[in-house]
Nanobody, 125 residues
Framework: QVQLVESGGGLVQPGGSLRLSCAASGFTLDYYAVGWFRQAPGKEREGVSCISNSDGSTYYASSVKGRFTISRDYAKNMVYLQMDSLKPGDTAAYYC??????????????????WGQGTQVTVSS
């Protein structure tokens, strides 16, 4: 069974950090680009970050650049999103998604093949 499972969300104060994890089962992420998306209530889904499977090139939305870091562990079949200096505006449900071929990152969510169920991130004092 092909599955992506996110974890690591929660409630954090402004300025705090969280690390989201995306675990794949039933397939290997080796051939896939993996993206992180988020959606806040009443807003459209936003592409946050992506990492390719070729040269490890990455993409970050301007709203998170310099604060978020995406990485992948091929041995564990996982992708991570380190989120630092969190702001209330980062509050959303966060989803990981995988697409093949994985040599190029896209922020168009329609181009992704597999999705996780999401994990909630709430930034509030």
């Amino acid at each position: 069974q092909v599955q992506l499972v996110e974890s690591g969300g929660g409630l954090v104060q402004p300025g705090g950090s969280l690390r989201l994890s995306c675990a794949a089962s039933g397939f290997t992420l080796d051939y896939y680009a993996v993206g992180w998306f988020r959606q806040a209530p009443g807003k459209e889904r936003e592409g946050v970050s992506c990492i390719s499977n070729s040269d490890g090139s990455t993409y970050y939305a301007s709203s998170v650049k310099g604060r978020f870091t995406i990485s992948r562990d091929y041995a564990k079949n996982m992708v991570y999103l380190q989120m630092d200096s969190l702001k209330p505006g980062d509050t959303a449900a966060y989803y990981c998604a995988a697409r093949r071929p994985g040599d190029v990152c896209y922020v168009n969510s329609d181009l992704y093949d597999y999705w996780g169920q999401g994990t909630q991130v709430t930034v509030s004092s």
